[in-house]
């Protein structure tokens, strides 16, 4: 099996590359630029080449000589990148996303694998949104708002349809909200929960003003690897397309804090009531019915506990 990667060097990526190589998987790792820093491990151990995936012919170039079996598709801005810069965030977002269905298309690659994201569903409410949160399923309505979640869902739709005119098989992971090393000083809002366990375990005190009431369904940058790997790999056609990546409960910020307690007794940590910790203004807030990709491919998402163990000890290991 042959994998390659887009956005290989970012904050999944890395989690993806190390978990395909311990499965000794021959990958192609490609990124628009050749930065290791949030994985020095990887330098100079890497397949690696330089590709932008806004140049179809440049991307075609490199990939043509690999000849992939599967690309996992991970290259994007994020929101608060793509919001200030709408025209970029499409051309990177979604003609990007064009461009490795095009080239996918062309070089017979069997498998595409889209890291799409519970913005895909953009603003919820009603039973779906605070204090309920009734997880949502793929089936549920769409209601993209700011430019990521448009490109999420357009990219979706473009895989769907070169799909249904002779492309690769595609497969959308909608993650639920990521948290992990990497995300500091990098994702802005969305590095919120990465900087409380962060600053906890460095003995800095946490303030959060407010937020601690609001649910969310989290996920651990190293299950959302697995959940990545597990779907690229997988042997037979699968049965759907869109596949939710969450535990399916929306857990509060409270109840984060609470788990981050128990394994830094010294944390210092104090959160306000209410809602809307990221201050995001639009409630983005949810839980994920992830049910299809335990049946499709297998994958559940493991406790918070655990993954906030593993959180901390590559935390401590780096002092
Ligand atoms: N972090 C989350 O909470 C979350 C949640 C759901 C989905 N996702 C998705 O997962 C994927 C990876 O996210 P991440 O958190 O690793 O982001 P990241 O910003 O850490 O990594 C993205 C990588 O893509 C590269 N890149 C940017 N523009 C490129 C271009 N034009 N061509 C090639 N490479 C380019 C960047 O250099 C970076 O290495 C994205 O598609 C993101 O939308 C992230």
């Known amino acids: 099996m042959r994998v390659a990667i887009t956005g290989s060097l970012g904050v999944n990526g890395v989690f993806v590359v190390r978990s395909l190589r311990n499965a000794g998987v021959e990958i192609l790792a490609t990124n628009s630029i050749e930065d290791y820093s949030l994985a020095p491990d990887l330098a ?26 599967v690309i996992i598709h991970l290259a994007a801005i994020l929101p608060v990148e793509a919001q200030a ?24 690659v069997a498998r595409v694998v889209f890291t799409s994201s519970k913005a895909a569903y953009g603003e919820v409410t009603g039973i779906y949104a605070h204090p309920t949160y009734k997880p949502l399923t793929e089936d549920d309505a769409v209601h993209p708002k700011n430019i990521y979640d448009h490109a999420k869902v357009a990219s979706e739709c473009l895989g769907l349809n070169y ?13 639920a909200t990521i948290f992990g090393p ?15 366990v962060e600053d906890a375990v460095a ?25 990545i790997v597990a ?13 939710n990546v969450g535990s399916g409960v929306a857990r509060t910020l409270f109840h984060f804090a609470d788990i981050l307690r128990g394994l830094v007794p010294s944390a210092d940590i104090e959160i306000g009531p209410g809602l809307d910790p990221m201050g995001f203004g639009v409630s983005y807030y949810s839980a994920l019915n992830s049910d299809r990709a335990k049946e499709d491919f297998g994958f559940e998402v493991p406790e918070l506990a655990a993954a906030l163990r593993d959180y901390v000890q590559i935390l401590r290991e780096r002092t």
């Open 85 to 108: 810069d709408p025209y970029r965030g499409y051309a990177v977002n979604i003609m990007g996303t064009a461009n490795v269905l095009a080239v996918a298309r062309d070089l017979d």
């Open 203 to 227: 003995g800095r005190p946490v303030r959060i003003r407010q937020g601690g009431d609001q649910g969310d369904d989290y996920i651990y940058v190293r299950d959302a690897a697995t959940a």
């Open 231 to 243: 779907i690229a790999l997988h042997k037979r056609p699968l049965p759907h397309a869109i596949y």
């Open 163 to 175: 799909q249904r005119c002779g492309g690769p098989e595609f497969a959308a992971l909608r993650f």
């Open 182 to 196: 990497g995300k500091v000083g990098k994702h802005g809002p969305m590095s919120q929960i990465s900087g409380i």
């Open 44 to 69: 100079g151990k890497l397949n690696f080449r330089i590709a932008d995936v806004t140049d179809q012919s440049a991307l075609k170039s490199v990939l043509r000589d690999f000849r992939p079996d």
